[in-house]
């Protein structure tokens, strides 16, 4: 947990809510910030309700992908997660996410919970052993089977090669629940939301058929054993899925208290990709388990770049880091949940972000606000008046003012965020009409209106103070400081949720105190430039110590691979190499990359193009003219974004790199043999 908790009441009985627990391969980006930002408000609005919340969120640390990465980097998969998760925390942190329980699949508690879920399936018979031969997406950790998967083998998921495995493997008996499921999916329409994909589920998965499921891996170990056959690691969604349940204590403590006051969770919150897993596998786990099934699993949309989903690969990540250190974090949860419906792909943009930030928040929010505690200061020596004389305008406001959070309500419990935040805002531009409408400006400046303008100010007062409750779960900083300006932070601590479906609850007297802007309204063009340069130069950063680690790593391989003799080859062998004297006609720096240099060279008839790992050795300008060795028949590669075709030949030694050449003038073009 690493924010002060709010006061938990309690005592309208329990709710628990997940996040999926993420893979720590790489930095986490925006969209994973959306889910457990989504679930934070979720879970604050819950407190303020009087729930007893459990918020479970947590990292997926096994599978042959992190060992794959852990190994790129040099180093064993724990210490690789371990500095992996801390990193996550601190995005949390930093996020003021309030979690409750934060679970490492790493973590002794989980191990043991899975062990016991995996004995407990195998002594019910829906654990056997058997044999798998099929495809596997190892980015993705999935089966396929041959007719799943797109053209070229690719994952249908992912659209990257999936790779053909045969291994003795445990099988989980999944076909045996499929009319179950079926059946549950009819009685307990909330296990698969929103509807269109319930229906996918059901139209794409379910009905056409279930086969078992292997549930264990040979081929690599990081993971957890199975209890009774250790050469078999269990199967990482098996073991992901579980820590709903394990984190609670359960199948590692005899009775889990935890596990008996939470369970079944009230909502899982993911994103569609990964619904599959949470409405048919864990479902049927759960049911051969004998044990009850999660009320609500949802499947919210992705948040795209462009056409695409953000991915490391696709080079189109955006972090949050940038956003919360230039706008706040309550502006980033407001873009967030505002501007996406939630359920349905939407495109994150910059301009989209900063149009919502300065026509929602400093505009129509921050001007209000400003306004107001302005005009009492002005008019009425900064203390607050109470109302006096109506009229039918003020009721429209009033009206709409107290209806909302029961509307609110509604729409948090569909998980509808962005029409919530809709509702609540047409409160805000209700008043900043209402400004308009009675002029309090004009009222001034007639000692009879007095009335009239205490009333408005007034109204407008109330208003914001009920905007101030409602925003709360999503905006805390702001919420905050609005009752701060209106006066009411000693209220602030006791104004409740109830105190949004009324008027009248500012005390005589209040004095108002005006404050900062609560948000800077931005110049848009100007703001534009720096957000992309600034978030440029946060994912450099980002890439530059990825990058770093792995060449450290690269370094070492170099060096052992050097000292190391390697295995004994034929002349056929060493015939597949097609080594040329080659002369460097032009060469200069790689635009991405400091450690590169791309080279031209001239082979024979032939100007071929070869990025080399020779800058710390050579300068651009010492290359030009130089007589190489080049190999010619290496498969050719981007690096960085350039392509290279083939490489020229280099020894190492004493820390210091030298180039091979001939000792005659032969020309370019001659083979070496
Ligand atoms: N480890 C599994 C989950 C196991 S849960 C038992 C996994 N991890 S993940 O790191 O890949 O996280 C996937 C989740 O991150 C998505 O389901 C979603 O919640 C969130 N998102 C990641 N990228 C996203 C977008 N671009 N848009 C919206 N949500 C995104 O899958």
């Known amino acids: 947990m690493c924010q002060e908790k709010q006061k938990t009441k309690g005592n309208k009985g329990t709710f628990y809510i997940t996040t999926p627990i993420y893979y720590p391969s790489g930095k986490l980006h925006i969209g994973h910030t959306y889910t457990t930002v989504a679930s934070d408000v979720m879970s604050r609005f819950k407190r303020e309700m009087g729930y007893d919340v459990k918020f479970l969120t947590g990292t997926d640390e096994h599978g042959e992908k992190i060992q794959t990465t852990a190994k790129a980097y040099g180093m064993e998969p724990k210490a690789y997660v371990d500095q992996m998760v801390a ?16 679970i490492r699949t790493t973590d002794e508690i989980h191990k043991k919970g899975v062990q016991a879920i995996f004995q407990q399936l195998y002594d019910k018979g829906d654990i056997y052993k058997d044999e798998y031969e099929g495809w596997y997406c190892t980015p993705c950790e999935s089966f396929w089977t041959e007719t799943q998967l797109e053209e070229g083998h690719k994952c249908p998921d992912c659209h990257r090669e999936a790779h ?10 999944l076909s045996k629940y499929q009319d179950p499921l079926i059946q549950y999916y009819e009685d307990h329409p909330e296990i698969c939301l929103p509807e269109s994909r319930k229906r996918e589920m059901l139209n794409n998965f379910l009905k056409p058929g279930l086969e078992d499921l292997c549930v264990s891996r040979t081929s690599f170990d990081w993971g957890i054993p199975v209890p009774f056959d250790e050469k078999h690691v269990i199967y990482v969604w098996l073991d992901a899925l579980s820590n709903y349940i394990t984190a609670l204590g359960y199948g590692s403590q005899e009775n889990p208290e935890l596990y008996n006051q939470y369970w079944p969770a009230d909502v899982h919150l993911m994103a569609k990709e990964i619904v599959r897993f949470h409405t048919i596998i864990w479902p049927a786990m759960l049911m051969a388990l004998e044990l009850p099934l999660p009320k609500k699993v949802f499947g919210h949309g992705w948040i795209l770049f462009g056409e695409d989903k953000m991915s490391k690969s696709k080079g189109n990540i955006v972090y949050p880091e940038p956003f919360i250190q230039r706008y706040g974090i309550d502006a980033l949860k407001y873009f967030l949940l505002r501007e996406f419906t939630f359920g349905q792909d939407g495109n994150f943009t910059n301009t989209l972000f900063l149009q919502r930030y300065n026509s929602d928040l400093a505009n129509d929010l921050g001007n209000l606000v400003s306004r107001t505690v302005a005009m009492i200061e002005q008019y009425n020596e900064g203390i607050l008046p109470a109302a006096k004389a109506k009229e039918p305008v003020d009721d429209e406001l009033k009206n709409l003012a107290i209806s909302t959070a029961d509307q609110v309500e509604a729409l948090i419990d569909e998980l509808q965020f962005h029409e919530a935040l809709e509702q609540i805002w047409k409160i805000v531009r209700r008043s900043n009409k209402y400004i308009d409408e009675t002029t309090p400006w004009i009222l001034s400046k007639d000692e009879s209106q007095k009335d009239r303008l205490d009333t408005v100010l007034n109204y407008l007062a109330e208003s914001i103070r009920i905007v101030s409750i409602l925003i709360k779960s999503f905006m805390g900083h702001t919420s905050a400081e609005i009752q701060k300006q209106l006066g009411l932070q000693d209220a602030s601590t006791s104004l409740t949720w109830e105190d949004a479906k009324t008027f009248d609850k500012i005390p005589a007297d209040t004095k108002v105190k005006k404050g900062e802007a609560l948000f800077k309204r931005l110049k848009l063009e100007q703001e534009a430039k720096e957000l992309a340069a600034a978030n440029e130069a946060y994912a450099r950063k980002i890439l530059k110590v990825t990058d770093a680690k792995k060449e450290d790593k690269k370094e070492d391989n170099k060096e052992t691979a050097a000292s190391e003799p390697k295995e004994e080859i034929t002349i056929d062998d ?67 974004g350039v392509k290279s075709q083939g490489m020229i030949m280099a020894a190492e030694g004493d820390g210091k790199l030298g180039l091979l050449t001939v000792d005659k003038d032969l020309p370019d073009g001659s083979s070496v043999s």
């Open 87 to 102: 990193d996550i925390k601190k995005i949390w942190e930093s996020m003021e996410i309030s979690y409750d329980i934060f």
């Open 164 to 173: 053909l495995t045969r291994e003795e493997a445990y099988f989980f008996r």
């Open 574 to 640: 060493f015939a597949k190499i097609d080594l040329k004297v080659a002369v460097v006609k032009e060469a200069e720096k790689h635009p991405k990359a400091d450690r590169l240099l791309v080279l031209q060279l001239q082979v024979g008839d032939e100007i071929r193009q070869v990025v080399s790992g020779i800058a710390q050795d050579y300068t651009p300008e010492e290359l030009v003219g130089k007589t190489v060795i080049y190999l010619q028949n290496l498969k050719p590669i981007k690096l960085r």
